[in-house]
């Protein structure tokens, strides 16, 4: 049975969608059969129990402030894949200098190297905080993305931006999954008039757009649930927007997860994600599966959205955002829950853990062992 290495900066539950999915794909694709050793700079080394006949461990990684650091962290992982017997090292994200010595390790001791960008090389994200993304590309970051031997994207969309980029290496494209069987839906629900954004609050987000948007199409009985924890400066910069157009019915409500976050998904008859730019969007998945019919834009790679009949797939822009807001308000509760039925049922039959796990392992089962036949998932170009 394999032993992969799997390495995120942080897995801590306020870290985002990238420490999650990291976390989830590790715990199921062990529950698809090996061995995952998983380590991260931050979060928790809590065991987690895996009902498949792989294991997981999860380490945290000894966080040094010494000038050195970096050079403990390459010994650190060397000694980890030299004690386990690591068969390949899979990265999850960039910009963190932490896996560039994994990388380096890979690269001395000969080992494949998986890196599941999570967004990262969308050209909207290169934007932000351009400069420093541009030094880190002509040193250390781009050392490791010349080192993968294998990219994971989320979406056709994620694989096009790798291309885009240059980097001719094999794309595998796997989503992100949902935990399907962990998921009740409160029953019965009742109408709220309630449309949630549960998300990170950030300028890629569209969140601008989203209040441009409802200070033209609001409804007095409707209100806008805002979840999620960001930059308290641009937090700042939305209330302001909100002031200025002397918008009402939009309420910030913070960070929220466990128990908290599906009080939210219970409570909402539409979930928002007026995003200028995502890998998958996983919190759109989340919705779905607890029947909650979704608007998104088609920055966002949703497109099942429209073909399953569960929700918006609308242009980034706030004339998109407010044509599905005016439609989405007008249906009937009734309408509301068949649609958000057909979405539990799309993320059912796609986008279980379960069978992403499987898809996983079988792409590293053939990384390893050229003699198999290349995945359906795999291109090169």
């Given at each position: 049975?394999?032993?992969?290495?799997?390495?995120?900066?942080?897995?801590?539950?306020?870290?985002?969608?990238?420490?999650?999915?990291?976390?989830?794909?590790?715990?199921?694709?062990?529950?698809?059969?090996?061995?995952?050793?998983?380590?991260?700079?931050?979060?928790?080394?809590?065991?987690?129990?895996?009902?498949?006949?792989?294991?997981?461990?999860?380490?945290?990684?000894?966080?040094?402030?010494?000038?050195?650091?970096?050079?403990?962290?390459?010994?650190?992982?060397?000694?980890?894949?030299?004690?386990?017997?690591?068969?390949?090292?899979?990265?999850?994200?960039m910009w963190n200098p932490v896996?560039?010595?994994?990388?380096?390790?890979?690269?001395?001791?000969?080992?494949?190297?998986?890196?599941?960008?999570?967004?990262?090389?969308?050209?909207?994200?290169?934007?932000?905080?351009?400069?420093?993304?541009?030094?880190?590309?002509?040193?250390?970051?781009?050392?490791?993305?010349?080192?993968?031997?294998?990219?994971?994207?989320?979406?056709?969309?994620?694989?096009?931006?790798?291309?885009?980029?240059?980097?001719?290496?094999?794309?595998?494209?796997i989503p992100n999954g949902i935990?399907?069987?962990?998921?009740?839906?409160?029953?019965?629900?009742?109408?709220?008039?309630?449309?949630?954004?549960?998300?990170?609050?950030?300028?890629?987000?569209?969140?601008?757009?989203?209040?441009?948007?409802?200070?033209?199409?609001?409804?007095?009985?409707?209100?806008?649930?805002?979840?999620?924890?960001?930059?308290?400066?641009?937090?700042?910069?939305?209330?302001?927007?909100?002031?200025?157009?002397?918008?009402?019915?939009?309420?910030?409500?913070?960070?929220?997860?466990?128990?908290?976050?599906?009080?939210?998904?219970?409570?909402?008859?539409?979930?928002?994600?007026?995003?200028?730019?995502?890998?998958?969007?996983?919190?759109?998945?989340?919705?779905?599966?607890?029947?909650?019919?979704?608007?998104?834009?088609?920055?966002?790679?949703?497109?099942?959205?429209?073909?399953?009949?569960?929700?918006?797939?609308?242009?980034?822009?706030?004339?998109?955002?407010?044509?599905?807001?005016?439609?989405?308000?007008?249906?009937?509760?009734?309408?509301?829950?068949?649609?958000?039925?057909?979405?539990?049922?799309?993320?059912?039959?796609?986008?279980?853990?379960?069978?992403?796990?499987?898809?996983?392992?079988?792409?590293?089962?053939?990384?390893?062992?050229?003699?198999?036949?290349?995945?359906?998932?795999?291109?090169?170009?």
């Amino acid at each position: 049975m394999q032993h992969q290495l799997h390495i995120v900066a942080d897995t801590s539950v306020t870290s985002g969608g990238e420490g999650l999915a990291a976390l989830r794909y590790a715990e199921y694709i062990a529950h698809a059969g090996c061995h995952v050793t998983l380590i991260s700079l931050g979060g928790t080394s809590i065991p987690r129990r895996v009902n498949g006949i792989g294991s997981i461990r999860i380490q945290l990684i000894p966080n040094k402030r010494s000038i050195s650091k970096y050079i403990s962290y390459y010994y650190f992982i060397k000694n980890l894949c030299y004690e386990d017997k690591i068969d390949l090292i899979h990265i999850h994200g960039m910009w963190n200098p932490v896996l560039a010595m994994a990388a380096a390790v890979s690269k001395m001791n000969d080992l494949p190297l998986i890196l599941s960008p999570h967004g990262c090389m969308e050209a909207v994200a290169l934007k932000y905080n351009f400069f420093k993304k541009w030094i880190a590309l002509r040193t250390y970051q781009g050392l490791v993305l010349r080192t993968v031997s294998l990219f994971i994207a989320t979406a056709k969309s994620e694989k096009n931006s790798i291309r885009q980029l240059g980097y001719k290496q094999y794309i595998a494209v796997i989503p992100n999954g949902i935990d399907v069987t962990d998921t009740v839906v409160a029953s019965p629900k009742k109408r709220t008039n309630k449309i949630l954004y549960l998300s990170r609050i950030h300028p890629k987000k569209g969140l601008e757009d989203l209040i441009e948007s409802w200070s033209i199409v609001r409804k007095d009985e409707w209100r806008i649930i805002i979840a999620g924890s960001g930059d308290s400066r641009y937090r700042e910069s939305l209330g302001r927007l909100i002031r200025n157009r002397g918008v009402e019915g939009i309420e910030f409500i913070g960070f929220v997860t466990g128990v908290s976050k599906q009080v939210c998904f219970d409570g909402a008859d539409i979930f928002i994600l007026p995003t200028h730019s995502e890998n998958f969007g996983l919190v759109v998945a989340e919705a779905l599966v607890n029947e909650v019919p979704v608007i998104t834009t088609t920055a966002a790679p949703w497109k099942d959205l429209v073909d399953y009949k569960c929700g918006w797939w609308v242009k980034p822009s706030v004339g998109g955002i407010s044509k599905a807001l005016v439609e989405a308000m007008s249906l009937d509760y009734d309408e509301l829950r068949i649609m958000g039925k057909r979405g539990r049922q799309l993320v059912i039959a796609k986008y279980s853990w379960i069978n992403i796990g499987i898809t996983a392992l079988n792409v590293c089962e053939w990384l390893l062992d050229g003699s198999k036949e290349k995945p359906s998932v795999v291109e090169r170009r």
